[in-house]
């Protein structure tokens, strides 16, 4: 079974840029959509950006013109580029399918101070 492994997180001050990696250990192809999640002590796991194969990127309006999704098929890769970031991006960010077909990895964590 295909295990995910997000890393690129750390503290950083608000205005600031991160970027994040997720690795699987097998193919993702066969996934249409993945998806960029964040989950913080005040709200639940949600997708904050996510790509399909033929409809391209999509964001959630609190993201949209700061962060970039994009993906690597051949290796194994999604990745989240965070650019101006404010407190309230502060999280975990996960990766997985959307539907969720894969088991959640330990993601990583992005702290952003004010």
């Known amino acids: 079974q295909v295990q995910l492994v997000e890393s690129g997180g750390g503290v950083v001050q608000a205005g600031g840029s991160l970027r ?13 959509t993945l998806a960029w999640f964040r989950q913080s002590p005040t709200s639940d796991r949600q997708w904050v950006a996510r790509i399909a194969a033929a409809v391209g990127a999509h964001y959630t309006d609190s993201v949209k013109d700061r962060f970039i999704i994009s993906r690597d098929n051949a290796k194994r890769t999604l990745t989240l580029q965070m650019n101006n970031l404010k ?3 502060s999280g975990v960010y ?3 399918s959307i539907p969720q077909y894969i088991p959640w990895g330990q993601g990583t964590q ?3 101070s004010s």
């Open 110 to 112: 992005v702290t952003v």
């Open 94 to 96: 996960y990766c997985n």
């Open 87 to 89: 407190p309230e991006d």
């Open 20 to 32: 994040l990696s997720c690795t699987a250990s097998g193919p993702i192809n066969r996934y249409n």
